[in-house]
C-alpha cells in the first residue's frame, strides 16, 4: 500500500479528519479517518465491585453506562493516564494496575489504539473532573454487571470488551 496524498480536512480540538490517496496494485483509492489520539479504559474492580461512569454521549443522544477511560495526553505514558483518569472520574488510584490488551476502537474509520487497564487494591484519590464532562459515579457488584451484559443493557464497546476480559479471564466465569 503506498499513500499517494495525505490530506487534513479538518482539525478539532478532540480529533482530526484525514483523507488519503492511495495506491495498491494499480489501483488508485481514497480513505478517510479520524485521527484521535491513544486512549485509555480502565476496569476499576475492588474484588466484589466494578466501578463504572454514567455519562451522556451526544452522538448517541443518551447517557450510557461506562468504564472509565480517557485519551493520552501530549507524551503521556498509557499507564500514568489510566492512573489519572480514574482519580478525575471515580475517585481512586490503583496499587495495582495490569495491562490486559490494547485494541483498535474502530479501525475502519479510526486510528484511535485504547490500552485495557484491570485497576485493583484502589485507595480513594480524588483529582479535579473535566470541565466538559458530567460523570456520575456507580459502584456496580460484579453479578449485577454480569446480568446487564448478559441482558444486552451495556451498549459500550469498550465497556463490553472490559466486562469480557474480567470475567472470562481474572474471574473464570463462563458466559452462557
Do not use: W
Amino acid at each position: 500500500m503506498k499513500v499517494l496524498k495525505h490530506e487534513v480536512l479538518y482539525r478539532g480540538k478532540i480529533f482530526d479528519l484525514i483523507r488519503d490517496t492511495l495506491e495498491h496494485e494499480g489501483h488508485i483509492f481514497t480513505r478517510e479517518y479520524v485521527n484521535y489520539k491513544a486512549s485509555v479504559c480502565i476496569i476499576p474492580f475492588d474484588g466484589e465491585n466494578v466501578y463504572f461512569v454514567k455519562q451522556y454521549r451526544h452522538p448517541t443522544g443518551k447517557e450510557l453506562l461506562e468504564l472509565p477511560a480517557g485519551k493520552l495526553e501530549e507524551k503521556e505514558d498509557p499507564k500514568e493516564c489510566a492512573q489519572r483518569e480514574l482519580q478525575e472520574e471515580v475517585g481512586f488510584i490503583p496499587q495495582k494496575l495490569t495491562l490486559l490488551s490494547k485494541f483498535y476502537t474502530v479501525a475502519g474509520y479510526s486510528k484511535e489504539l485504547m490500552y485495557l487497564y484491570l485497576a485493583e487494591d484502589l485507595k480513594a484519590s480524588k483529582l479535579p473532573e473535566d470541565k466538559d464532562e458530567f460523570l456520575t459515579p456507580i459502584k456496580m457488584h460484579i453479578n449485577d454487571a454480569l446480568s446487564l451484559l448478559k441482558e444486552g443493557k451495556i451498549e459500550d464497546a469498550k465497556t463490553i470488551i472490559g466486562l469480557f476480559y474480567l470475567f472470562t479471564f481474572r474471574l473464570s466465569i463462563r458466559l452462557t
